[in-house]
């Protein structure tokens, strides 16, 4: 501890995971001390939906935490130490979109990959540039832990034009997938794992996995259990786990048979069986739908219960979630200069031996008050780097497309992508995109 007691700012105070978050932040003042917590979000009343609700929370338990939300960027990002990017721009209606173009052409429509990931990260990159400049105007030594997606866009957009910006990009899904790793393995949680790991955001793979205290080997045991069960843990531990969810992660078994000597991180069924998943989908009523009726429900549901109620007592996130959790580890690393090791999404610059050293690449790091030492990971395996390099290829053409407001390279960008089979179908996608992403693409010619 160094006495200090620190300002957030979350940016996307308006999001679904923000109560989530503040609870997490709460319970931590023992190990992250807070003076003050703010809320920006440029929907006004999306964000006042839970800044109400939060404010009650915040009276009852942490009244020492000076807690404001509000829609002026001066104000939020003035007297700061850590920014959080959450923020998610076209909210969910153009995520819908996002889903239901591409699969109107038998492409994967999902959230981070193929053609709707790519759609969503240039939506992002503007917003994102645009946060890191008022943190840098308003608070020089503030530090931006984001996990706005798509996260290898974002960090790739950042490395281009503000290479030298205090910004970590940050994804918790390897959290999800060892959290289940330690639970296969008899252990409590992801905090008792040891790994090495290596790829790209939403695009990696396992290659050791131990037990932290003993240093035991646990890559055999898991793979005996994940070649018939994927991640799917079951019974208690997945009692609130969505169908879809768990759908993905009994996935895993057959994405783990593309490669017995690593395990894959749960996104790489988008890649290996896009047929499969196109095939599983309702282009009706796609993840967003599934939101929309549950979690999106379930948020706004218990903010208005609070507000009525004047209290938080017994509230549905009195009970942590592991990507709340995750985050208040990773401000706490460097704050306090822990050099933990967390994954990261940073320029290669020789992590993986035989990636070029400008490729973003999601790698461990040790985290600490200098930002993020990445590690050496060694060499992929041949199937895995061409993977890498066709994927990485897709985000750097996007950026280009931004950089240059090029409808070629947005194209090229469709067109290389695993997820499509045929240049055409790329191009009735992008054309179909333009119009509904006007107010946030830049004019692509
Ligand atoms: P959400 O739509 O519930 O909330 C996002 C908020 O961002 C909304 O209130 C919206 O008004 C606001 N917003 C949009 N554009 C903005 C801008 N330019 N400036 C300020 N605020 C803006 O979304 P969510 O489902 O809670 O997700 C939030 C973000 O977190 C998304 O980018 C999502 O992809 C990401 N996420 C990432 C990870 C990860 O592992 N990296 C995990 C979970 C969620
Ligand atoms: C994981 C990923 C995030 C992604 C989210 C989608 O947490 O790491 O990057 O945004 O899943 O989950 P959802 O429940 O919104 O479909
Ligand atoms: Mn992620």
Not at 103 to 116: A, I, S
Not at 185 to 214: M, P, Q
Not at 297 to 313: D, H, L, P, Q, W
Not at 384 to 411: F, I, N, P, W
Request: net charge negative.
């Amino acid at each position: 501890m160094n006495g200090k007691k620190y300002s957030v700012v979350i940016a996307g105070g308006g999001s679904t995971f923000t109560p989530g978050f503040v609870l997490d932040l709460i319970k931590s003042q023992d190990k992250f001390p807070m003076r003050q917590l703010k809320f920006y979000d440029n929907d006004e009343e999306r964000q006042r939906k839970i800044g109400e609700a939060v404010k009650i929370i915040m009276k009852e338990r942490a009244p020492q935490i000076k807690f404001s939300y509000t829609t002026d960027p001066k104000e939020a990002f003035t007297d700061v130490d850590f920014v959080m990017g959450s923020i998610r721009v076209g909210k969910y209606h153009m995520r819908s979109l996002d889903e239901k173009i591409p699969l109107k052409y038998g492409v994967n429509g999902q959230e981070t990959t193929g053609p709707g990931g790519m759609a969503y990260g240039l939506r992002s990159i503007p917003a994102i540039i645009q946060i890191i400049d008022w943190m840098q105007e308003y608070s020089p030594n503030a530090w931006m832990i984001n996990y706005s997606n798509t996260i290898a866009i974002v960090a790739e957009a950042c490395r281009r034009l503000r290479p030298n910006a205090k910004v970590i990009n940050i994804c918790d899904m390897p959290i999800d997938d060892m959290d289940r790793m330690a639970a296969i393995c008899g252990l409590d949680s992801w905090h008792d794992i040891d790994f090495n790991y290596y790829g790209l955001n939403h695009f990696g793979w396992w290659k050791e996995v131990r037990n932290k205290k003993t240093g035991e080997d646990l890559m055999p045991k898991l793979k005996e259990y994940v070649k018939d069960h994927g991640y799917w843990v079951g019974g208690d531990y997945d009692k609130d786990t969505e169908p879809s969810w768990e759908a993905t992660f009994r996935k895993v078994a057959d994405d783990y048979k593309m490669d017995p000597e690593t395990l894959p991180n749960n996104y790489m069924q988008y890649y290996y069986f896009p047929q499969y998943e196109v095939a599983n989908a309702d282009p009706k009523h796609t993840r967003t739908d599934e939101i929309r009726e549950h979690r999106q429900k379930i948020v706004f549901g218990e903010c208005e219960r609070i507000v009525k109620a004047g209290t938080a007592k017994n509230n549905i996130w009195d009970i942590s979630g592991l990507h709340s959790e995750y985050i208040v580890d990773i401000i706490h690393a460097i704050a306090y200069n822990t050099h933990e090791k967390f994954l990261a999404n940073c320029p290669n610059n020789g992590a993986i031996s035989n990636m070029d050293p400008d490729s973003i690449v999601e790698v461990p790091a040790l985290f600490g008050a200098d930002g993020i030492q990445p590690m050496a990971t060694g060499k992929a395996g041949r199937f895995q780097r061409g993977l890498m390099m066709e994927q990485q290829t897709c985000e750097k053409l996007v950026v280009d497309a931004y950089e240059q407001h090029s409808y070629q390279k947005m194209l090229q960008a469709f067109a290389l992508n695993k997820t499509v089979p045929d240049a055409s179908v790329a191009k009735k996608i992008l054309d179909d995109m333009i119009p509904v992403n006007a107010p946030y693409w830049p004019e692509l010619k």
